[in-house]
């Protein structure tokens, strides 16, 4: 059971919500590029027991911690390769770069999925990874082998 009574849950989610989606820094700028209610979180797979009744999501350039260091309540994060972003983002992409033996030289490949790359190194390991492994063996990359 929440801190509030049934009846009022709706209407308190609903003001948690807007100050969310209206929170802006000084220029103007969103604070928050996603804010969610509890119920529109298993279209994105963050449905579980643990979440909260309100989902936020920083704009880019900003973080949300629980750092007290600061007096500042709202400043740019100074650094990226956190958790929490929107994995669909440009600036969220990562780079994979394969050399050596099994790997053709010179491929450049569109964007890989992270889930690929646990088979693709089993295949040039000549390991056969378990069968609940999710993700493809990224056969563009590498070479024919004996």
């Known amino acids: 059971p929440g801190i509030l009574p049934p009846e009022d849950y709706a209407s308190v989610q609903d003001e948690i919500v807007n100050a969310l989606q209206s929170a802006v820094n000084a220029d103007g700028e969103i604070l928050f590029a996603r804010v969610l209610r509890r119920e529109e979180l298993p279209a994105l797979h963050l449905d579980s027991p643990n979440s909260g009744d309100v989902f936020a999501q920083a704009a880019l350039g900003y973080a949300l911690t ?5 007096t500042e309540v709202v400043e740019p994060a100074p650094y ?3 958790h929490g972003y929107d994995s ?7 780079i994979l770069v394969a050399a050596g033996y099994g790997i053709r030289p010179g491929v450049r490949l569109p ?9 693709t190194a089993a295949s040039l390991l000549r390991v056969k990874p378990v069968e609940a492994v999710d993700g493809r063996v990224l056969v563009e990359m590498l070479q024919e082998r004996p």
């Open 111 to 119: 964007a890989v999925h992270l889930l690929d790359v646990l088979p």
């Open 80 to 82: 990226y390769g956190q």
């Open 88 to 94: 669909t983002w440009p600036e969220m992409h990562a």
């Open 66 to 70: 629980d750092w007290r260091g600061n």
